[in-house]
């Protein structure tokens, strides 16, 4: 279809006013030894940043060590922790046996098989049926 007539086409100037077409700049094309340079350098660059990256992960202090330690940290507290109630328990019965009389008796019924003057002791047998 042919341009309407109305239709001009003018090149484009530059807003300081002058009349001369607006052109693209000429980019300078490396020769292709700077471009296998080039190339090389950015794989480089990036091996590095990989294995830098792989060894913060993965390394002997990487974040894999550091979650497995924070861990088994917390595994240590808790043992501890059970440890200290356990040893606070065995310094409470140690106080009552020195100190409880009842106690001490309860433990010599049990364990001895002690009895009070005055007592009688029944001895039960099972009988089996035959």
């Known amino acids: 279809m042919p341009p309407s007539p109305e239709i001009t086409l003018q090149p484009r100037t530059r807003r300081t006013g002058s009349?001369?077409?607006?052109?693209r700049q000429r980019v300078a094309v490396p020769a292709p030894e700077t471009l296998r340079w080039r190339t090389a350098l950015d794989y480089l660059?990036?091996?590095?940043?990989?294995?830098?990256v792989m060894d913060g992960?993965?390394?002997e202090k990487g974040l894999m060590e550091?979650?497995?330690?924070?861990?088994?940290?917390?595994?240590?507290?808790?043992?501890v922790q059970q440890l200290r109630d356990e040893n606070r328990a065995l310094l409470e019965r140690a106080r009552r046996l020195d100190?409880?009389?009842?106690?001490i008796e309860m433990l010599a019924r049990e364990e001895l098989?002690?009895?009070?003057?005055?007592?009688?002791?029944?001895?039960?047998?099972d009988?089996?049926?035959r």
């Open 45 to 52: 660059l990036l091996f590095v940043t990989v294995v830098l």
């Open 99 to 103: 100190k409880d009389p009842a106690t």
């Open 127 to 129: 009988v089996r049926n």
């Open 66 to 79: 550091t979650v497995r330690a924070r861990q088994q940290s917390a595994e240590l507290a808790a043992k």
């Open 113 to 125: 098989g002690l009895i009070r003057p005055g007592e009688v002791l029944f001895i039960l047998k």
């Open 19 to 23: 009349a001369e077409p607006l052109r």
């Open 57 to 59: 992960l993965v390394g």
